[in-house]
């Protein structure tokens, strides 16, 4: 193979060349700090201002009058979710809902005193990659009925709208429904879906959304929470009053003007069909390898997944080994999401699946782009297949 074909765009995309630009020109402009009360300073702060209204505008988040939606620039997806938890939590006594197969940003912060103080329960999930609202139903009803002893109230729903290893998308306009029954905010990480399917946080009716750039052909190191709810800041970076105190630091206003043009253009490639043709190439790929190949099955509900998300299980292979194998072949996969996929533990998602532990041992995630191309796929399958046949073989 002549070139390297990357199919890991859930752990990050590589820059569109429109916002590469974009991001070289702002930042030689001289871009002032918009803390700054001079001339240059208040233009910077309109510039970004400006940004953050087109970022709301773009996932459907309130923008005028007193019901307009905070927007809190972050360094990332990850510290918007600590965000979030902190702010809640801290704010808010009773029990903390999050989903098993969130991020770590969130699962593993929900087990720390210092982001979360309220006990935290883990929603289950079923074996297509959902959650069990059943059981989140029946949770809040006991509750606000008086039939759990432990719990009188809940302080916060933190489910993902979808997964960054599956891409199976969860129903969470049905998750607010239920939720807003007892007026319990809902947060959603909704960073892996903004840009590739249509998201109105307003419909879904959430109280907080996070969100980044980087996943999707945007620059690495700026993401987003959204609050939609009023909420007092409760900061986790301290040292200053930008974003009204909910941040401290200087606000980057270049990144943020790169987020806000990395998803225009996202938006603009899905209305014209862009995903839907990334859809098409996802399957094209997984029909040449289950075609090719026995005991290869696709993790998680087939027809509700993110257009560009592909989790395969190779029963009876090593998903290490074979991650490695392909890297040597020039195919680049992953075999967990971004932040673990060093780790030699198993996916804790495929696992709150359900999934057998030979499944699960033998999964991987592949995630195309807006910029794969077909013959890219093809090659990539067809070293896939010859990869796992080579190893089968060599197991006997």
Known sequence: MSQPIYLDNNATT????????????????????????????????????EAKESILRSVGAPVE?????????????????????????????????????????????AELSALCLN????????????????QLEQWLSDIYEGRDEANSRVALVSLMLANNETGVINDIAAVTQICQRYQVPVHCDAIQAVGKIDV??????????????????????????????????????IGGGQQLGWRAGTEPVALTLGM??????????RREGRYTEVARLRDLFESQIVNELDDVHVNGAIDSRLPQTSNLAFVGLDRQALQMALDLE???????????????????TLMAMGLSEQRVAGSLRFSLSRFTTETEVLQAAEVVVRVAKKMKRAKG
């Open 14 to 49: 590589r820059m569109d060349t429109q916002v590469a630009t974009a991001l070289r020109d702002l930042e030689l402009s001289g871009l002032a700090n918009p803390a700054s009360q001079h001339r240059s300073g208040r233009q910077a702060l309109h510039h970004l201002e």
């Open 119 to 134: 006990p935290v329960r883990l929603l289950p999930a079923r074996g297509d990659g959902t959650y069990n609202l059943d």
């Open 260 to 269: 806000s043009r990395t998803l225009e253009l996202a938006d603009q490639a």
């Open 200 to 237: 109105d946080m307003t419909k879904l009716g959430l109280s907080a959304l996070t969100l980044n750039a980087h996943k999707l052909h945007g620059p690495v190191g700026i993401g987003a929470l959204i609050v939609n709810t009023h909420l007092e800041p409760r900061p986790v970076v």
């Open 330 to 348: 020039g195919v680049a996969c992953s075999a967990g999401a971004a932040c673990s996929s060093g780790s030699s533990r198993p996916s804790a």
């Open 65 to 109: 009058g007193m019901s307009a939606a905070q927007i809190i620039v972050t360094s990332g997806g990850s510290e918007a979710n600590n965000l979030a938890l902190h702010a809640f939590t801290h704010q808010h006594p009773g029990l903390v809902i999050v989903g098993s197969m969130e991020h770590p940003s969130l699962l593993i912060a």
